[in-house]
């Protein structure tokens, strides 16, 4: 079993800036792959960005040269950098992660972006 927590989200004016943290504990293998997810209200669950163990990364094409995605294996850690949001970005974004004993999710952490 693994657990994830995560931080970081919150209400920011377009243009602006958040970084996203999450916190992984449990049975964690070497291989891996951790990311993020979105979920805009009305919409389905999509992928923002993942990283695997290997350092190998894949955006959506939405976010591509906006957000970064990064990693701390020696913590179990995995960041999204997010610069230049726009309202679009506007959603509950999840923690994934992911090794050959399984998948889990975090609780989400919610994403406003407005004026």
């Known amino acids: 079993q693994v657990q994830l927590v995560e931080s970081g989200g919150g209400l920011v004016q377009p243009g602006g800036s958040l970084r996203l943290s999450c916190a992984a504990s449990?049975?964690?293998?070497?291989?891996?792959?951790m990311g993020w997810y979105r979920q805009a209200p009305g919409k389905q669950r999509e992928l923002v960005a993942t990283?695997?163990?290997?350092?190998?990364?894949n955006y959506a094409d939405s976010v591509k040269g906006r957000f970064t995605i990064s990693r701390d294996n020696a913590k179990n850690m995995v960041y999204l950098q997010m610069n230049s949001l726009e309202p679009e970005d506007t959603a509950i974004y999840y923690c994934?992660?992911?090794?050959?004993?399984?998948?889990?999710w975090g609780q989400g952490t919610q994403v406003t972006v407005s004026s």
């Open positions: 990283m695997n163990s290997g350092g190998s990364t």
């Open positions: 449990g049975r964690i293998l070497n291989l891996n792959t």
């Open positions: 994934n992660f992911l090794q050959p004993t399984g998948g889990y």
